[in-house]
């Protein structure tokens, strides 16, 4: 391989690699906010995106909405349907049994439900197209090719990560849920509604959801099973220490870039095992994770 | 007088283990009431049931006239009551600021918030340098003074206190009654949980001795100091 060459496959890869990345951080970053806040893996952040995705799909293609109407829609559906899962069946099971165990189970079934929606309504069973919300021409950033829509994805995806985490940091609202998150029976005596506050965390988690659908459907063919795309957004998760916020971020970044050398580099067929060498390798350097503190994932 | 706080044979129980059994206590506006016994005898399960993170099996509870043994705990700090509990149960990875902050969480009166944090960080000094560290690296007494002011903030009627002397070094433990003190002159309510007998029947005027979950002695904390039994007991001889 010539310098040129070299260079050439590097700066692409890095700037695709950012753009994909910048998805796979937003659904790291709505898996480990639940996370915190409930220990308990959210199983049905897949599906939650794909179920978003679908209601875009069927506001923009079916009911001809302009996006301006579809996009925060999209957004505020997935922000009810998610609080009020925590609210209606979670905030139950941990009633009455609050093992962690059980709430996973109850994810996973959140999961089937609305997977089986969006076959049941008939819209999932054949591929489609999401129409693709900026211009797909493609610009040079030195010798990289990327579209405009990548930029609007990548440009999108870190602005909801400043607002997420710009809530989080200085909000009374983002206070009181890292409350829950660090201590809840402390949050609960100062009186912290911490029943609502998961709601909330849901919510946001939906909406996060909602937003990655949005910039990643155009990107890729859209079927019922499009949500294993998360599995993505755990890898990412995991690298970052699953409890760290800008650890999903770091960790969303190094799965894209690592995914599109890799493909560049090595194979296009390679591409999948990518993931889970730069899973494998941070593990073994780091068994906590790039920014994993001291409690790593112990539960479940 | 009527009473602030008024618990009527209440019972609780964790799954099968009964940890109360009609416990009845009553503290009036402006006393401080002692809450004692020896581990394992129901103080803190006591204090949790006001507080509402253990339900209650049967019972009422009255704070100022109204039940609220159904509240959510939410509600019952929005009501007036707050707990600063044992085992350092501060939000480690906030600041000493963030932790105080959260105290007034239940509260919208800024102006309000600011001058009782003023007022918080006058009665414990100690705190007032550490305001950006984080929590969870002060030192023992540190945090048990944090885990009181950070109560005060929700500018409660009542405040519940467990053990705030406990793993406190004699000079500490002194430090923190005075403060105690001053909180009762000041006007506050306080339902106080000891190990510390001595101590706690000398700042308090009328105290219930719980044991096995159950009140065994209640009196005024002046005849209970010189009450034979209670000094073999408790007092050491
Ligand atoms: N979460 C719990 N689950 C099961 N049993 C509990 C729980 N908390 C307390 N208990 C039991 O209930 C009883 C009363 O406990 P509680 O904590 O109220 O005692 P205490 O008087 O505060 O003791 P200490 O002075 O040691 O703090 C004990 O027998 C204890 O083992
Ligand atoms: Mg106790």
């Known amino acids: 391989m010539t310098l040129s060459l070299?260079?050439?496959?590097?700066?692409?890869?890095?700037?695709?690699?950012?753009?994909?990345?910048?998805?796979?951080?937003?659904?790291?970053?709505a898996i480990v906010i639940i996370f915190k806040t409930s220990e308990a893996p959210n199983f049905a952040q897949g599906d939650m995106m794909m179920g978003a995705a679908y209601v875009a799909l069927y506001l923009l293609v079916f009911r001809k909405a302009p996006p301006i109407v579809a996009i925060p829609l999209t957004i505020v559906v997935a922000f009810v349907v998610a609080a009020l899962f925590r609210g209606l069946v979670l905030a139950k099971v941990a009633?009455?049994?609050?093992?962690?165990?059980?709430?996973?189970?109850?994810?996973?079934?959140?999961?089937?439900?609305?997977?089986g929606l969006v076959r049941g309504a008939g819209v999932g069973d054949t591929p489609r197209t999401f129409p693709p919300l900026a211009s797909t021409d493609s610009i040079m950033i030195d010798q990289a090719s990327v579209t405009i829509l990548d930029l609007v994805i990548f440009g999108a995806a870190i602005l909801t990560?400043?607002?997420?985490?710009?809530?989080?940091?200085?909000?009374?609202?983002?206070?009181?849920?890292?409350?829950?998150?660090?201590?809840?029976?402390?949050?609960?005596?100062?009186?912290?509604?911490?029943?609502?506050?998961?709601?909330?965390?849901?919510?946001?988690?939906?909406?996060?959801?909602?937003?990655?659908?949005?910039?990643?459907?155009?990107?890729?063919?859209?079927?019922a099973d499009m949500g294993s795309i998360v599995t993505l957004g755990f890898a990412a998760a995991i690298i970052g220490g699953f409890n760290s916020l800008p650890g999903a971020v770091v960790g969303g970044f190094v799965i894209g870039v690592s995914e599109n050398l890799?493909?560049?580099f090595i194979s296009s067929r390679a591409i999948v095992v990518a993931p889970f060498v730069a899973i494998m390798l941070v593990l073994i350097v780091r068994p906590q994770g790039l920014f994993g503190g001291r409690t790593s994932i112990k539960k479940v | 007088m009527v009473d602030l706080l008024e618990i009527e044979a209440v019972s609780a129980s964790y799954g099968r283990i009964q940890a109360l059994s009609d416990v009845s206590l009553k503290l009036q506006e402006g006393a401080i009431v002692a809450l004692l016994g020896g581990n394992g005898?129901?103080?803190?399960?006591?204090?949790?049931?006001?507080?509402?993170?253990?339900?209650?099996?049967?019972?009422?509870?009255?704070?100022?006239?109204?039940?609220?043994?159904?509240?959510?705990?939410?509600?019952?700090?929005?009501?007036?009551?707050?707990?600063?509990?044992?085992?350092?149960e501060v939000f480690k990875d906030m600041s000493v600021r963030e932790?105080?902050?959260?105290?007034?969480?239940?509260?919208?009166?800024?102006?309000?918030?600011r001058a009782d944090l003023d007022k918080a960080l006058d009665y414990f000094p100690a705190?007032?340098?550490?305001?950006?560290?984080?929590?969870g690296t002060l030192s023992g007494g540190e945090q048990q003074m944090l885990l009181i002011a950070r109560a005060l903030m929700a500018r409660p009627r009542l405040l519940l206190l467990d053990e705030p002397s406990l793993g406190l070094s004699p000079l500490l433990v002194q430090k923190i009654f005075a403060i105690i003190a001053r909180l009762h002159a000041d006007g506050l309510s306080i339902l106080l949980v000891e190990q510390n007998v001595a101590v706690a029947l000398a700042v308090s005027s009328y105290a219930y001795i719980l044991e096995n979950g159950e009140i065994a002695l209640e009196g005024r904390s002046e005849a209970l100091r010189n009450d034979e039994a209670v000094k073999r007991t408790y007092l050491g001889g």
């Open chain 2, 127 to 135: 705190l007032k340098e550490r305001l950006r560290q984080k929590a």
């Open chain 1, 262 to 264: 890799v493909g560049l």
């Open chain 2, 41 to 88: 005898a129901g103080k803190t399960t006591t204090l949790n049931t006001i507080s509402r993170l253990v339900p209650v099996t049967s019972g009422v509870i009255r704070f100022d006239g109204r039940a609220i043994e159904r509240l959510p705990s939410h509600e019952v700090v929005r009501a007036g009551v707050s707990q600063a509990p044992e085992g350092r």
């Open chain 1, 161 to 223: 990560m400043a607002g997420f985490f710009w809530m989080f940091a200085y909000t009374k609202l983002g206070r009181a849920m890292r409350a829950v998150g660090m201590n809840p029976k402390a949050a609960q005596l100062v009186g912290v509604n911490i029943g609502r506050i998961h709601m909330l965390v849901w919510g946001l988690s939906g909406v996060i959801s909602a937003i990655a659908a949005l910039l990643i459907s155009p990107k890729i063919l859209m079927t």
């Open chain 1, 95 to 115: 009633k009455s049994s609050g093992s962690p165990v059980n709430l996973v189970i109850a994810t996973l079934g959140f999961s089937y439900v609305l997977r």
């Open chain 1, 6 to 29: 070299f260079i050439l496959f590097l700066e692409q890869g890095v700037a695709s690699g950012l753009v994909m990345g910048s998805v796979y951080a937003l659904l790291a970053l």
């Open chain 2, 99 to 113: 932790n105080l902050d959260l105290g007034a969480h239940v509260r919208r009166d800024r102006a309000g918030v």
